[in-house]
C-alpha cells in the first residue's frame, strides 16, 4: 500500500498538508506534512489558505474513496490560481 500521498510530497521536498476525515487517520502522515488537519469543511479551508498566506496550495492529490464527488468539487477552493488537481 505504501506511504499517503502528502508523506510522499514531504519526502521530496515539498511542503505538504493532509486532510483527513478522522484523527486516526492522521497519524499515518506521520511528521513529514507541515499540516495535518481532520476536514470539517469550511474551517478547515480557511486553515489551508491562512497557512499558504492566502493563496491556496499548487497542487491537490484526491484520494477520497467516496461515492460523492464533494471531494473533488472542494478542491478548487483549496487551490491558488491554475493548481494541478489529480484525482487518484
Known sequence: ???????????AGGEAVALEV????LERHGPSVE?????DGDPTT??????????GVDAVLV?????SADPLVRAPSLS??????VLV
Open 1 to 11: 500500500r505504501g506511504p499517503p500521498p502528502a508523506r510522499r510530497a514531504g519526502a
Open 22 to 25: 478522522s484523527a486516526a487517520a
Open 35 to 39: 499540516l495535518a488537519l481532520v476536514d
Open 46 to 55: 480557511a486553515a489551508v489558505l491562512d497557512w499558504s498566506r492566502g493563496r
Open 63 to 67: 484520494t477520497a474513496a467516496s461515492r
Open 80 to 85: 491558488r490560481d491554475r493548481a494541478t488537481v
